[in-house]
Structure formats: structure tokens, C-alpha cells
Nanobody, 115 residues
Framework: VQLQASGGGLVQAGGSLRLSCTAS????????VSWFRQAPGKERKWVAS???????THEVSVKGRFTISRDNAKNTVYLQMNSLKPEDTAVYYC??????????WGQGTQVTVSS
């Protein structure tokens, strides 16, 4: 089972993007799902999570700008990103704890924010 992130692109600073995380083979609402990002030359870092009960948590630097959510009918988790900054430039990934423990990461989706 692997989650696939999509929706990235090139956007100017201050702009918005919505990323999608889709899964096949699992019911995504039965799993904790997290977004991560990896900037060039840096380690992958946690961005936000949504629990099975839809409780959300966000990393401090994105709180108030990014919102993680879930659409159970579409079996999809989203990351709405507003007020984007150049430092948000990274490849964004979504994953579950099981996927992380197995080292199973999808291709991710590139987000580039120009100044």
C-alpha cells in the first residue's frame, strides 16, 4: 500500500496550492496520515497530521497557513497551503506510520514558491 501525493506546482509568494493524497488498497480514514516535506539538501520533515478521529496537528511554521483535511468519500487527504513563502519550496509527501516504518515513500509532489 502506498500513498500518492499530487497537486504541486509553481506559485508566487503569497499564493495558494492544494495538495492531494490518495490511496489504493486502504481506507484512508482508518489511518493516521501525515504530510512531510523535503527541501533540497535537507532532511524530510513533518508538516501536519490528521488522525482517524480527524484531529489535526500542524508544525509551528505552517500553523495558520496550512490546513490538513480529509474527504472520506473520496478516500483522500488534502493539504491546503495559503500564504506560501519561498521557504515552503520542497517535495511534499504523504504517508502513514506503517509506510514510514517500511521506508515506503511515493514520488512526492514538487512545490516551488518564487519570490
Amino acid at each position: 500500500v502506498q500513498l500518492q501525493a499530487s497537486g504541486g506546482g509553481l506559485v508566487q509568494a503569497g499564493g495558494s496550492l492544494r495538495l492531494s493524497c490518495t490511496a489504493s488498497g486502504i481506507t484512508i480514514s482508518n489511518h493516521l496520515v501525515s504530510w512531510f516535506r523535503q527541501a533540497p539538501g535537507k532532511e524530510r520533515k513533518w508538516v501536519a497530521s490528521i488522525s482517524t478521529s480527524a484531529t489535526t496537528t500542524h508544525e509551528v511554521s505552517v500553523k495558520g497557513r496550512f490546513t490538513i483535511s480529509r474527504d472520506n468519500a473520496k478516500n483522500t487527504v488534502y493539504l491546503q497551503m495559503n500564504s506560501l513563502k519561498p521557504e515552503d519550496t520542497a517535495v511534499y509527501y504523504c504517508n502513514t506510520p506503517t509506510g514510514q516504518s517500511r521506508g515506503a515513500w511515493g514520488q512526492g509532489t514538487q512545490v516551488t514558491v518564487s519570490s
